[in-house]
Nanobody, 120 residues
Framework: QVQLVESGGGLVQAGGSLRLSCAASGSIFSINAMGWYRQAPGKQRELVAPITSGGSTKYGDSVKGRFTISRDNAKNTVYLQMDSLKPEDTAVYYC??????????????WGQGTQVTVSS
């Protein structure tokens, strides 16, 4: 079995920063792409930023220049550094990880979600 544990959410004022973490553990053989999604109330879940196993990144237009995704392969962990936060960044943030299990199966796993609230 595989578990993803997220941490780092909270309440912050506009212009502030937060750093999210998502650690994967369990029967992992290797990890491919990792990424962060978010879902605001009444809206669809949207991709914030993915990162490949080689470290290539992409960003949604709304977060480009403010958010930075990174990963530590030795720790099976993906991070999202969020700077210059805006009230419209308020959402539940989810990590999503493409894992090759030790039995050879490949599945995408979701974290439990962490709330980020940005006050104006």
């Amino acid at each position: 079995q595989v578990q993803l544990v997220e941490s780092g959410g909270g309440l912050v004022q506009a212009g502030g920063s937060l750093r999210l973490s998502c650690a994967a553990s369990g029967s992992i053989f290797s990890i491919n792409a990792m990424g962060w999604y978010r879902q605001a109330p009444g809206k669809q879940r949207e991709l914030v930023a993915p990162i490949t196993s080689g470290g290539s990144t992409k960003y949604g237009d709304s977060v480009k220049g403010r958010f930075t995704i990174s990963r530590d392969n030795a720790k099976n962990t993906v991070y999202l550094q969020m700077d210059s936060l805006k009230p419209e960044d308020t959402a539940v943030y989810y990590c999503n990880v493409d894992i090759i299990n030790i039995d050879g199966s490949s599945l995408y796993y979701w974290g439990q979600g962490t709330q980020v609230t940005v006050s104006s």
